[in-house]
């Protein structure tokens, strides 16, 4: 089975993305909204992007999307999606989408490596956040912030192939979960983007402190990854004191070794 790229009709930067991999790749339309490649697939469907549920089957799916941030700083960015919480932007609370670390750090660094020479814009990795809620291993990779970078060319051919490379990669970089930090995980983020680690979920320090933590949720960033992971990392900093303890306890009564970040 193929992966599946994820394209929404109202979407600017999905349309300029989808128009990216139509002139790099050789893809056939088979129908309506649905393309063909030798190795992946690509759909369109209406709808806002988080809120999409793939009708076409897959090994994995890429969402292709714009980003926002309220410093409307460009970047590019690359996540897994998953509610630690509420469902407050698509999906369904409490539960966590399969996650697949080495695709999100392939399709970072191929990012990063083309950006480095024109744009020059921030990659970012993000912590899990929104929707929507699907059935096999998924990750988004968007364009930010505002409308003049979601419409660039140059940054959806950039978007692009990060996505291209996420789907040929067949890197097995160690895979962890982070707990802890800021929404851009300061302590996980070089770490994918210049390092040796992948990772799969990652939990920021304000969901845990403010949704709690259980061993169920727990259990779900642990468990639901594409591949096995190695273990989790905490950023030490970035989680209060009281939820950080009661995460250790779960950890380890778990059995889960972790370390520091």
Same mark, same amino acid.
């Given at each position: 089975?193929?992966?599946?790229?994820?394209? !929404? =009709?109202?979407?600017? +930067?999905? &349309?300029?993305? @989808?128009?990216?991999?139509?002139?790099?790749? /050789?893809? *056939?339309?088979?129908?309506?909204?649905?393309?063909?490649?030798?190795?992946?697939?690509?759909?369109?469907?209406?709808?806002?992007?988080?809120?999409?549920?793939?009708?076409?089957?897959?090994?994995?799916?890429?969402?292709?999307?714009?980003?926002?941030?309220?410093?409307?700083?460009?970047?590019?960015?690359?996540?897994?999606?998953?509610?630690?919480?509420?469902?407050?932007?698509?999906?369904?609370?409490?539960?966590?989408?399969?996650?697949?670390? !080495? =695709?999100?750090?392939? +399709?970072? &660094?191929?990012? @990063?490596?083309?950006?480095?020479?024109?744009? /020059?814009? *921030?990659?970012?990795?993000?912590?899990?956040?929104?929707?929507?809620?699907?059935?096999?291993?998924?990750?988004?990779?968007?364009?930010?912030?505002?409308?003049?970078?979601?419409?660039?060319?140059?940054?959806?051919?950039?978007?692009?192939?990060?996505?291209?490379?996420?789907?040929?990669?067949?890197?097995?970089?160690?895979?962890?979960?982070?707990?802890?930090?800021?929404?851009?995980?300061?302590?996980?983020?070089?770490?994918?983007?210049?390092?040796?680690?992948?990772?799969?979920?990652?939990?920021?320090?304000?969901?845990?402190?403010?949704?709690?933590?259980?061993?169920?949720?727990?259990?779900?960033?642990?468990?639901?990854?594409?591949?096995?992971?190695?273990?989790?990392?905490?950023?030490?900093?970035?989680?209060?004191?009281?939820?950080?303890?009661?995460?250790?306890?779960?950890?380890?009564?778990?059995?889960?070794?972790?370390?520091?970040?």
């Amino acid at each position: 089975m193929k992966p599946l790229v994820v394209i !929404s =009709k109202t979407n600017p +930067a999905s &349309q300029n993305i @989808k128009s990216a991999l139509l002139q790099a790749e /050789k893809l *056939q339309e088979k129908e309506a909204g649905f393309w063909v490649a030798p190795d992946f697939c690509m759909a369109e469907y209406d709808g806002e992007i988080i809120s999409i549920v793939p009708m076409h089957d897959a090994s994995f799916y890429i969402f292709a999307s714009t980003h926002k941030s309220s410093s409307n700083t460009p970047a590019f960015t690359a996540h897994t999606p998953g509610n630690w919480g509420a469902a407050d932007l698509g999906g369904e609370p409490r539960m966590l989408n399969a996650a697949f670390g !080495s =695709k999100v750090k392939a +399709a970072a &660094q191929k990012m @990063k490596e083309l950006n480095a020479g024109s744009l /020059k814009w *921030q990659v970012a990795i993000e912590a899990d956040h929104h929707g929507p809620t699907v059935d096999k291993p998924i990750l988004f990779v968007e364009i930010g912030s505002t409308e003049k970078e979601w419409n660039d060319e140059n940054a959806g051919r950039i978007a692009a192939e990060g996505i291209l490379a996420a789907i040929r990669s067949t890197a097995a970089p160690p895979c962890y979960v982070g707990f802890g930090g800021s929404h851009y995980c300061p302590k996980f983020a070089p770490r994918v983007l210049d390092g040796n680690e992948a990772f799969g979920h990652i939990i920021s320090g304000y969901a845990i402190e403010k949704d709690g933590v259980d061993e169920e949720m727990a259990r779900q960033a642990l468990e639901k990854n594409a591949e096995d992971i190695e273990g989790a990392m905490i950023d030490w900093k970035g989680i209060k004191q009281e939820p950080k303890q009661r995460l250790i306890a779960i950890l380890d009564g778990l059995g889960i070794k972790w370390q520091k970040a």
